[in-house]
């Protein structure tokens, strides 16, 4: 059996770069290398394994990551975007098969990556951005054969259903998960009352937090397109409003707003994808092994805070304290 680095040595052997040096950034939805060329030039090499036992194999189908590599090319044609651009390999293809595992390569995006989005100024660019994405999805003509799996309200059962086990067994607060179970199902409803068209729903980034972007000079450039699938537009803001502060949020939309328009009652159906998208990705987080570490403490300040007001069916996306603070 390769290790992962056997592997990302093996796997560069099929593209027509001669790399200088490889080094492991990470591993998590992916197993991922920085890859430097002798010309300097940099790329991202992923092999698609996840430390997430629980994560859904069809993440990894071979099908899927080439539909994946297929939107980021139409991105790099369609717009002005700086994005990690595909490399196909020797025979012409985007996905490489080592040792029963998918990998892909992509060319490296520069830019300062920031834990946090600090400034109006930083959160106009991340709006600019995520707006470009979805005027282009919302006019880009789908492949037949493009496969990418869709944020419903799926996965958000499924978490309600293993935070009810998890507080069931004593593992988590019950009256935090009592919370997050009546506002997972108030955002259900909300979601399953909206009809699909081609300027609400289509494919999305689906994970756009402040490591998935890196800040160049005036540009806030998009990374790890590796979540992304069919949704609602309106959801992918809203998960990115979960990493912006509150004070921000406005600018953050009138900079998206320029790019691509929002529904009238945009305020209500954003703080409800704002909690669907935290229990759609919670479906994830429950399945790592050091969650239990730090998500008993997220889950209660969620439910003591925006899963509350939104309950309550008070208005949360301008104010208070965000539940990172």
Known sequence: MLNTHDVAIEALTCYSITYQSIAHIGQNANTIYKVTDKESNCYSLRIHLSKNDSMESIWSEEKVIHSEMIWLESLINDTDLVLPSPIKNNIGEYVTKIADMNCTLVKWVEGEQKQFVPTVNDAECVGELIGKLHKQSSIWKVPQSFTRPSFDNTRISQSLEKLKQLADGGELNKNDVEILQLAGER??????????????????????????YVFHKQEARAIDFGACGFGYYLFD??????????????QLLESYAKQFGLPHNYVQQLEGFFVAAQLETMNFWLGLP???????????????????????????????TPYWE
């Open 187 to 212: 955002a259900i409803l909300m979601m399953n009352d909206i009809e699909r068209t081609p300027g609400n729903w289509g494919i999305i980034h689906a994970d756009l937090i402040p490591g998935n």
């Open 237 to 250: 803001l809203g998960w990115a409003l979960s990493y912006i502060h509150p004070a921000f949020r406005s």
């Open 290 to 320: 050091e969650s239990n570490e730090w998500l008993p403490s997220h889950i209660s300040r969620l439910a003591s805070r925006e899963f509350k007001l939104y309950v309550n069916k008070k208005e949360f996306l301008f104010s208070g």
